[in-house]
């Protein structure tokens, strides 16, 4: 089983969990509907509709089809950027910076000792040098 379908899995039974808790604490939210195959659950505050079947566990309702499939393309999106963001990390796993980095780095360096060569040697030059002088 794929971790999508553990995901969505677990996502649908948290949420008919959820939505049964949630029943039981205000019984007039829902409106429930006998359908040959069951019931049709009306949320009266977010407008969702549950296709719902009683089993031994008690009832079980699955997301319509048009809510459904927002929740796919919700998912899609998801895995899409997970994805994304483990191939970035990946390329950052090292820790180490890129010989790109590294070169401009030490150019970097490079002009900085340069310039801080020359500015002792122009003091050097302004002063009457002496190396034995303490």
């Known amino acids: 089983m794929s971790a999508r379908a553990i995901f969505t899995t677990t996502v649908l039974l948290l949420s008919s ?6 029943s039981a604490a205000d019984p007039a939210r829902f409106q429930l509907e006998r359908t040959e195959k ?11 509709v549950s296709f719902c079947r009683e089993e031994a566990s008690g009832l079980t309702c699955r997301l ?4 459904r499939k927002a929740f796919e393309q919700e998912l899609d999106a998801l895995d899409k950027r997970v994805t994304q963001l483990e191939t970035k990390s990946a390329s950052r796993t ?13 150019s970097i360096m490079e002009r900085f000792f340069q310039r801080f060569m020359d500015i002792i040697g122009e003091r ?4 009457d040098y ?4 303490t």
Not at 17 to 22: E, K, M, S, T, Y
Not at 64 to 67: I, L, R, V
Not at 130 to 133: L, S
């Open 38 to 48: 069951g019931f049709i659950r009306l949320d009266k505050q977010t407008g969702d």
């Open 17 to 22: 969990g959820a939505v049964l808790a949630q």
């Open 94 to 106: 090292s820790g180490l910076p890129s010989d790109e980095e590294v070169e401009k780095s030490l």
């Open 64 to 67: 319509a089809a048009d809510e």
């Open 124 to 127: 050097r030059d302004e002063q």
């Open 130 to 133: 002496d190396p034995n002088r």
